[in-house]
């Protein structure tokens, strides 16, 4: 049976081998699919963009303590929240709230409470998350340090990992929501100033901080110890919300709070320990500075 064309053969030269050129093409185009298919060099990942910290957060969510609610800064024994450093309405404050938020009658919360210590934290960080906040500001932890006595002190490693809880339950559920976290306010230095009224002193002995407040006039050695293992205490806990608060790129932690040279005159003439409101206003201007910060 006669054959009907030829096979088809690759290309040869006139040597009889194939074109050196024709290989060539062939592994060029070999590399390419195997590339395309990924089977060749992976690429590197590129590097996950850096939030962006914005000054003008449109709602605010405040937790905290009595500070924050401000305890004693208008009346004996009561909660003056108008005049909270965070939330508060009084234009002679300068509440954060009212500096930033463009409506914050309606946008901004105040979930702390009076006693409140680092264990309750999380609670209000869940109470928080249900209003979706643009930004969250934490004071905590001056009741962690003045207990009935040193002993009572709440130990560093429960408040490091109750604050981590707090901010875990936040960003499992807000992962853009800025945090502005205040130090603890420096307690030794209220006891060296707040000692300076005789009638601070007397009230002070109603059973306020007992653990650096208690026998202000006493400066023997074994209530000099006393007051610094307090003051110690105090330095570990803002170490703690410092390590924490840094390990997240929208949190910003404010020593300044601890450093500020506050006198008499900023505390509560009701109680000599709370914020009166000029010292809630103090703590306002600290807490603006961070926040409006461009860079951390």
């Known amino acids: 049976m006669k054959q009907i064309g030829r096979p088809v053969r690759p290309w040869r030269s006139r040597s009889g081998r194939r074109s050196s050129r ?3 093409a062939a592994s060029a185009l070999v590399i390419a699919l195997t590339a395309c298919s990924g089977g060749g060099h992976p690429e590197k990942p590129h590097p996950k963009p850096t939030p ?25 024994l009561s909660e003056c929240p108008r005049v909270s450093w965070a939330t508060g309405t009084d234009p002679e404050v ?4 009212r500096r930033l938020v463009k409506h914050p009658a309606t946008h901004s919360w105040n979930f702390a409470r009076t006693g409140a210590l680092m264990s309750d934290l999380p609670d209000q960080m869940t109470a928080a998350v249900h209003r979706k906040p643009e930004l969250v ?7 962690d340090a003045c207990r009935r006595d040193v002993g009572a ?3 560093t490693a429960a408040f490091r990992a109750d604050f981590a809880r707090a901010m ?7 992962p853009h929501t800025q945090v502005y976290v205040a130090a603890v306010p420096d307690l030794l230095r209220l006891w060296s100033e707040g000692r300076k009224n005789p009638l601070g002193k007397q009230v002070w002995k ?4 007992g653990s650096m407040l208690r026998d202000p006039d ?5 209530a000099q110890d006393r007051r610094a293992t307090v003051r110690e205490r105090v330095v570990a806990y803002n170490s703690a919300l410092a390590e924490v608060c840094g390990k997240d790129p929208l949190c910003r932690f404010d020593k300044s709070v601890f450093d500020y040279r506050f006198t008499g005159r900023q505390l509560s003439t009701w109680d000599w320990f709370h914020p009166g409101a000029r010292g809630q206003k103090e703590l306002a201007a600290l807490a603006l500075r961070v926040i409006t910060r461009a860079q951390p």
Do not use: E, Q, Y
């Open 22 to 24: 024709t290989v060539a």
């Open 218 to 222: 006493d400066l023997t050695k074994a």
């Open 153 to 155: 002190m709440t130990p």
């Open 206 to 209: 109603l059973g306020i901080c």
């Open 168 to 174: 875990k339950r936040l960003r499992r559920a807000l």
């Open 52 to 76: 962006v910290w914005h000054t003008d957060p449109g709602s605010v969510a405040a937790l905290g303590d009595s500070i924050t609610v401000g305890f004693d800064a208008c009346t004996l």
């Open 137 to 143: 500001t934490v004071l905590i932890g001056a009741n």
């Open 94 to 97: 300068g509440s954060v709230a």
